[in-house]
């Protein structure tokens, strides 16, 4: 496939009309995992829209998921474009009444799916609902990249959540449309780009703490260097661009 195209495939059997939630999971080569991870989705939302967004992967994801069956989309194109790029266009192919995305490794399990979609169903006050991680011990490297990161977002955005990049987030799907129509950041900062474009329009935030799934986060990489390129995002974040 040519760079920059993309291939929606729809499983024959996929009719679902206007569901009222839509999973939303962005991946880059899990063709180990993906199979376990739509099962999963899938048994414990039996009558909700799936759309998994292969992100340029280069192995079987996209066929594995592709192939599933019912009700599950396979968004896949060439090249990788980064995790921003990828829930974009998932959120924008959506057809859910509600609409999550959440990390292909399920960072919160199916239970911190469930919150945020009861969060939403409950309470008609809150357009967005947010996974905030608790329990998690890191690294000092880590620990001062985050800190460095987190004061600059509060400086240049004013945005002050505890945790900007959990891999749980979800939407009304009017919200998630207006919100994912106007991004630009394509990579680790996208989901501060959301963030910050919801309080512009004064839009209602809930922040969900939870535990990652049996109390073992994925390593992380985040370093100093990973830190300033962030903040350097924040900064066209910031003016617009």
Known sequence: MRAGASDVTKNPAATIA????????????????????????????????????????TDRTSEIAAGFGDPVKCIHYHPNRGKGYAVRQGMLAASGKLVVFTDTDLPFGVEG?????????????????????????????????RHMARAGIALLTGLRYPDTQAGLKGFRAPIAKTIYSRTRIDGFASDIEVLYLAKRKGLRVAVLPMPVAGGVARPSTFGISHGWRLLKDVGRIRLGR
């Open 18 to 57: 206007s569901p009222e939630l839509t999973i939303v999971l962005p991946a880059l080569n899990e063709e180990r995992f993906v199979a376990q991870i739509l099962a999963t989705v899938t048994k414990a939302f039996p009558a909700s829209e799936v759309i998994l967004v292969s992100d340029g992967s």
């Open 113 to 145: 799916l469930r919150n945020v979609v009861d969060r939403l169903r409950s309470d008609s006050a809150i357009d967005i609902a947010i996974a905030s991680k608790t329990g998690i011990h890191r690294g000092l490297t880590y620990r001062v990249a």
